[in-house]
């Protein structure tokens, strides 16, 4: 098989992951509108019914944040491959805990066990991904992670629908089980896919480092791919040789140091764009929004269902034209905007008509749901990890993105639990809360977000301040793949002198 091919398939197998995140997160919105579930989980007489339901959405997301938590322990110590193996066999545990769930208890703690492993796939599997992929493809890359959790979310909302026709409590069981076949499948394919080449490097496995170099970038020049060698081995040396702490877990303490307390900030804001936007409250409580406008029963899980195929065309749109193509910084503060201007109107329409007698008004505002769901995966949907994987040094990406995901979870929680609330309340001027939130981020992103697109992992720390390698060419002349090991005499550069 041809290298390009291998890498290929290898990056589309670990994407796979993204079809579990997609299906666990989308599977939700649609079991809480089955009417055997409500009636089993919540039968007559039950006074808290509206807290233990936001229980069992919030306590997913609680598990995301335990997840993201212990993502960077787990990532260093046993290595892309092995955690995603991990995290994968335990959604299989949590999946199976919530089919065969005979109470809200059980069903609370099979969603937690499921969300603590999301929570590590959802951030492990872009910097897996990332660790994998040249400079120039990396946002394309990352993007088929996001095109599969778009064509889970898409999955999940069919799934929702077609087991409505399913009688008795088969209709939600045989709803959630179908999270299992995935996580099965890419299970099973963790045996075969490749260790990240840089992890390899980082822990003196270089062998094994120049075995998976040559089989995934093979078909690049020896120049090209001897210099990709060396500056991953330069720069994680110098980046070893510069740190005052390696302990085990030390450098989740790092992030918050003035060295990298920037990096971690911007991180942090980037990924809570995927929150802030309205996405997970349109996604978790459509039903809401349908029934505000008119659409109840199966006529509301049938949208639900066209609802996740504008996701997935959506990614389609940011892999063709967005991409590798925009740089990382036009695209987050574009998105925004365009995504505040959708929102606005979404808000207009559900004032206008949102109680449901105007057929019209009611099916556009539909459409004004549909647009924005394919927008968000336009700009935002893989673009966030991208930026997230790609923007902290070897040691600290782990722990990094656990730790953005991490923050973006813990606001998943407190918005998962208030926006029931808040939509019987104030009704349609909570949009005015996502619109605020676009229009601050958009204005960060614009001034403070740095330019990462088409520059290789090892010199993006030069972006952010820091000291970089640059291979000296005379070197690189008498370095070959396969030696053991090439003497030091790389030079050291400021980020003034890599981008010139």
């Keep these: 098989m041809k290298p390009r091919a291998r890498l290929l398939l290898c990056v589309c197998a670990i994407a796979l992951g993204g079809a579990i995140v997609g299906i666990d997160t989308g599977l939700i919105a649609t079991t809480i509108n089955q009417d055997s579930f409500n009636s089993y989980m919540f039968p007559p007489g039950t006074t808290n019914a509206s807290s233990l339901l936001g229980a069992i959405v919030s306590l997913g997301n609680a598990g995301n944040v335990i997840g993201s938590l212990i993502l960077g322990f787990s990532l260093e110590k046993l290595g892309r491959k092995r955690t995603v193996a991990v995290a994968t066999f335990f959604t299989i545990i949590g999946a199976v805990m919530q089919t065969a769930a005979n109470g809200v208890a059980l069903m609370i703690v099979g969603r937690l066990v499921a969300g603590i492993a999301v929570g590590m796939l959802n951030g492990g599997l872009p910097v897996y991904i990332s660790e994998l992929a040249v400079a120039s493809e990396r946002g394309r890359l990352v993007g088929i992670f996001g095109m599969m959790i778009a064509i889970g979310f898409c999955i999940a909302n069919w799934i929702g629908y077609g087991c409505s026709y399913a009688t008795g409590n088969t209709a939600w069981r ?22 990240s080449p840089r992890w390899l490097a980082e822990k003196e496995r270089f062998e094994e480092f120049q075995t998976t170099l040559r089989r995934l970038y093979g078909d690049q020049d020896e120049g090209a791919l001897a210099r990709t060698a060396v500056e991953i ?3 994680i040396a110098f980046e070893q040789s510069t740190r005052t702490n390696t302990g085990f877990g030390h450098a989740l303490l790092e992030l918050f140091n003035k060295k990298n307390i920037y990096r971690t900030a911007i991180a942090t804001a980037v990924l809570q764009v995927g929150v802030l936007s309205g996405s997970l409250a349109i996604q978790n409580y459509q039903s809401l929004l349908y029934s505000a406008l008119g659409y109840t029963g199966k006529r509301s899980l049938l949208i639900s269902g066209l609802y996740g195929l504008m996701g997935v065309a959506g990614q389609i749109i940011n892999l063709l034209g967005v991409s590798d193509r925009w740089s990382r910084v036009r695209t987050m503060w574009i998105g925004c905007a365009v995504l505040a201007c959708m929102l606005a109107i979404l808000t207009a329409l559900s004032a206008e008509y949102g109680d449901g007698q105007n057929a019209n008004g009611a099916r556009a505002g539909v459409a004004a749901i549909f647009l924005y769901s394919a927008i968000y995966a336009v700009f935002f949907n893989s673009t966030l990890f991208t930026i997230a994987a790609e923007m902290f040094p070897l040691h ?25 609330y808040a939509f019987d ?9 996502f619109i605020g ?7 960060f992103y614009f001034f403070f977000l740095q330019e990462t697109n088409q520059v290789s992992l090892e010199q993006i720390a030069g972006r952010y301040g820091d000291e970089t390698i640059t291979v000296d060419k005379a070197h690189l002349e008498q370095v070959e793949l396969g030696e053991a090991g090439p003497e030091r005499t790389a030079t050291v550069n400021r980020t003034e002198d890599v981008f010139e």
């Design 174 to 195: 045989l709803e959630l089980a179908m999270q299992i076949p995935v996580a099965v499948v890419l299970l099973v394919l963790t045996f075969w896919i490749p260790e």
């Design 233 to 235: 081995r330069e720069q």
């Design 425 to 433: 309340a104030i009704n349609w001027k909570y949009y005015f809360v």
């Design 396 to 420: 600290l990406r782990g722990y990094g993105v656990g730790f953005s995901v991490m923050c973006q979870g813990i606001s998943s929680i407190w918005l998962s639990q208030i926006t029931p």
């Design 437 to 443: 939130c676009l229009i601050g981020l958009g204005l």
